[in-house]
């Protein structure tokens, strides 16, 4: 279930969306429907145009952070440490072992 959600999730994003519209629009195209097809276009510069205006971003946001109230209490937000955890390894390390690449990780 959760990798059928990431795929919907995928192909219904705005630029995807807006792809696979395109090129549904050539293919239609192509099978000589020239009407069909320059619907599907502009339906696809449609929703190009929408997702790059900053009001329908908004309308869209709005729902998500309205779930959210901002924080009253703003000592949640000081913390007493910050702690920063790097690790570097190179390629040669893990393409010696057989290992997945994760195993290189010291915890």
């Known amino acids: ?3 059928l959600k990431g795929c919907i999730a995928a192909l219904t994003a705005p630029l995807t969306l807006a792809l696979l519209l395109a ?3 050539g293919v239609v ?3 000589g429907r020239k009407r069909a097809a320059v619907g599907l276009l ?4 449609v929703v190009v145009f929408a997702a790059s205006m900053s009001a329908v971003g908004d309308w869209l946001l709005n729902p998500l952070e309205a779930r959210y109230p901002p924080l009253r209490d703003q000592s949640a ?10 690790s570097c390894r190179t390629l040669r390390d893990w393409a010696s072992r057989s290992a997945p690449f994760t195993s290189i990780w010291d915890f």
């Open 77 to 86: 937000l000081q913390a007493p440490w910050i702690v920063g955890v790097l």
């Open 29 to 31: 195209a192509w099978r």
């Open 1 to 3: 279930m959760p990798y």
């Open 42 to 45: 502009a339906a696809s510069l």
């Open 23 to 25: 090129v549904a629009a």
